[in-house]
């Protein structure tokens, strides 16, 4: 009856996870529907989506039956992530220029050997799913540990410049509601490969939040004194090194919060 219990609270818990990670793989679709509008992609980085699109893909490999049995939410919310994130590639193919699409193509070749191979060499030189899922889950980790560094980058621009103009809450919100669900699922029965990220997401998460209230009072006062001074800048613009960047709805683009969709 236990065993019972906890499969439907760990069900209940994954799909309440999948519907909140597709609403943060959706969050960048205002930012494609003006790219297509515009007829192109101006500034915005492809690198956050081909992030995103690997990231899933490495866990779809880890909820397969044959490397971790039983992880059907898993998959179904990567799988739908990985979709999504094509979708978003296509996109940015047709609509960059030719030398910013031949580099978007050779990164998503290279993710898509990449994906290939580890799962040529784990499904043919280790015939346990013990082992299968050791090898695909510190994989999965060692690639949400390097997507940490995005959200980091835009803590420290919150920080540098007291605002939280680029750090929207309602997504940084999300992305806490997430960690927390998949956390939780991690723990129905325990799964490392699935807690430690999703652990690392949610404090993260939970210092975004605590950053946005600390600097909204000091990004109302910028904001007003702009406002007052008749020159508000375009929030799409951000001085990185000397040079304005555009600020897009994802990771690395000035969301911090997609890299959190999924598991």
Same mark, same amino acid.
């Given at each position: $009856?236990?065993?019972?219990?906890?499969?439907?609270?760990?069900?209940?818990?994954?799909?309440?996870?999948?519907?909140? *990670?597709?609403?943060?793989?959706?969050?960048?679709?205002?930012?494609?529907?003006?790219?297509?509008?515009?007829? *192109?992609?101006?500034?915005?980085?492809?690198?956050?989506?081909?992030?995103?699109?690997?990231?899933?893909?490495?866990?779809?490999?880890?909820?397969?039956? $044959?490397?971790?049995?039983?992880?059907?939410?898993?998959?179904?919310?990567?799988?739908?992530?990985?979709?999504?994130?094509?979708?978003?590639?296509?996109?940015?193919?047709?609509?960059?220029?030719?030398?910013?699409?031949?580099?978007?193509?050779?990164?998503?070749?290279?993710?898509?050997?990449?994906?290939?191979?580890?799962?040529?060499?784990?499904?043919?030189?280790?015939?346990?799913?013990?082992?299968?899922?050791?090898?695909?889950?510190?994989?999965?980790?060692?690639?949400?540990? $390097?997507?940490?560094?995005?959200?980091?980058?835009?803590?420290?621009?919150?920080?540098?410049?007291?605002?939280?103009?680029?750090?929207?809450?309602?997504?940084?919100?999300?992305?806490?509601?997430?960690?927390?669900?998949?956390?939780?699922?991690?723990?129905?029965?325990?799964?490392?490969?699935?807690?430690?990220?999703?652990?690392?997401?949610?404090?993260?998460?939970?210092?975004?939040?605590?950053?946005?209230?600390?600097?909204?009072?000091?990004?109302?006062?910028?904001?007003?004194?702009?406002?007052?001074?008749?020159?508000?800048?375009?929030? *799409?613009?951000?001085?990185?090194?000397?040079?304005?960047?555009?600020?897009?709805?994802?990771?690395?683009?000035?969301?911090? *919060?997609?890299?959190?969709?999924?598991?």
């Amino acid at each position: $009856m236990v065993t019972a219990a906890v499969n439907t609270a760990r069900n209940v818990v994954g799909i309440l996870g999948n519907i909140i *990670s597709l609403f943060l793989f959706l969050s960048p679709v205002p930012t494609f529907v003006q790219i297509v509008k515009k007829g *192109s992609v101006e500034q915005y980085s492809a690198a956050p989506y081909l992030a995103t699109l690997i990231n899933c893909m490495v866990w779809v490999l880890y909820g397969l039956p $044959m490397v971790h049995p039983h992880s059907i939410l898993v998959i179904t919310i990567n799988g739908s992530g990985t979709a999504i994130e094509l979708v978003y590639i296509t996109l940015f193919l047709i609509y960059s220029d030719k030398k910013k699409r031949l580099k978007v193509l050779m990164g998503l070749l290279v993710e898509l050997i990449f994906i290939a191979i580890v799962a040529l060499l784990i499904l043919t030189l280790l015939h346990t799913t013990k082992h299968r899922s050791l090898v695909v889950g510190i994989v999965c980790i060692l690639f949400n540990i $390097m997507m940490y560094a995005s959200p980091l980058s835009i803590m420290k621009l919150v920080i540098t410049t007291k605002s939280v103009e680029y750090m929207p809450f309602f997504l940084s919100l999300a992305s806490l509601a997430n960690g927390v669900a998949w956390t939780t699922y991690a723990f129905l029965p325990f799964d490392q490969f699935i807690a430690i990220p999703n652990g690392l997401g949610t404090l993260f998460s939970m210092a975004q939040l605590i950053l946005y209230a600390w600097y909204y009072k000091s990004t109302k006062r910028m904001i007003a004194e702009r406002k007052a001074k008749g020159g508000e800048l375009d929030l *799409s613009d951000v001085v990185v090194g000397g040079e304005p960047r555009k600020i897009g709805n994802t990771t690395q683009n000035g969301r911090a *919060s997609e890299i959190h969709g999924g598991v």
